[in-house]
């Protein structure tokens, strides 16, 4: 998708995914863009992600600039390491080395990315609103796609082409993340638990997380998905003053922050990891 031979090489595997988002038709690629039989069409940025959405342009819920900026740095100084690499273990317990993985509001493609190092042949799709992450998206590995969609307004995304779907702190829509899943596929979520961040959540009076999460996380999914496997993840964080702040930036509670005072000596971070099969 950057006009290299490895770009064109991804953009094909990137049509056999991707369906049109207005009649559902397949896509071909084309000069800069992606088409349907209709004529619809979709354009490929200049920094490599495709443009699948349509109507109004997004809300308040893509990420911001200066979010993703936040982020980006947050994670590329690795302190989340230790959940890319269970994503990374887990997914390879879950998929063949050759799967297609879709990251539903996948961010900047940083987990998805050593998800696709376990699985050496897989190809995967990175979608998300925010076009300043899917920028670094659609450079975050070599066997990485990255589109724009609304995960609310049903997902670009041809049914059944699924093996493996990531959503890693980000919505649910559960009836497409049912349609697109291949039979014997898996969805792989996490979820922060109660005790998140919680030293620095006392420290800068941010929003706290809520304890019926998990529960709600469950009926969300229920309908259409059965919980195979559930772990806790937790590992302190060694935080300077300015990736404490960084970390309140990048999160939902960027807009509640008070203040900062100093950042706490330790910060822990605690998520869930869950695993759930089509019904
Ligand atoms: C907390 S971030 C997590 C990003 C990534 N999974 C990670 O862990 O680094 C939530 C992401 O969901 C995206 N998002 C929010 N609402 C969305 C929607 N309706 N459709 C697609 N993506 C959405 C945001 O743009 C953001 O990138
Ligand atoms: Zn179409």
């Not at 009649?23 to 354009?43: I, K, N, Q, Y």
């Amino acid at each position: 998708m950057d006009g290299t031979t490895t770009g064109t090489a991804r953009l094909e595997r990137l049509v056999g995914v991707l369906r049109c988002p207005v009649c559902e038709a397949v896509l071909a690629p084309g000069e800069r863009s992606l088409r349907c039989p209709s004529g619809h069409a979709f354009d490929v940025a200049r920094q490599g992600y495709v443009s699948l959405l349509t109507g109004a342009a997004p809300g308040a819920n893509a990420d911001t600039a200066a979010m993703v900026t936040a982020r980006a740095a947050f994670l590329d100084a690795g302190h989340y390491a230790p959940l890319s690499a269970a994503l990374a273990r887990l997914a390879g317990e879950l998929s063949p080395p050759d799967a297609v993985s879709l990251d539903v509001g996948g961010g900047t493609g940083h987990h998805h990315a050593r998800v696709l190092d376990a699985l050496p042949r897989a190809f995967g799709l990175t979608l998300d609103l925010s076009k300043h992450a899917l920028r670094r998206a659609a450079r975050a590995h070599p066997r990485m796609g990255a589109a724009a969609g609304d995960i609310w307004r049903g997902l670009p995304v041809r049914t059944a082409a699924v093996d493996l779907l990531l959503n890693v702190f980000a919505p649910r829509n559960g009836p497409e993340f049912r349609r697109v899943l291949a039979p014997g596929g898996a969805l792989l979520v996490v979820t922060p638990e109660p005790g998140h961040l919680a030293e620095l959540r006392e420290a800068r009076g941010l929003l706290s997380i809520d304890p019926a999460k998990d529960e709600r996380l469950r009926r969300t999914l229920a309908e259409h998905f059965e919980q195979r496997h559930t772990e806790a993840l937790e590992f302190p964080l060694a935080l300077t003053a300015d990736e404490a702040t960084a970390l309140v930036a990048m999160g939902p509670s960027a807009h509640h922050a008070t203040k900062a005072p100093a950042a706490p000596a330790t910060v822990s971070a605690a998520f869930r990891l869950s695993v759930h099969r089509p019904r």
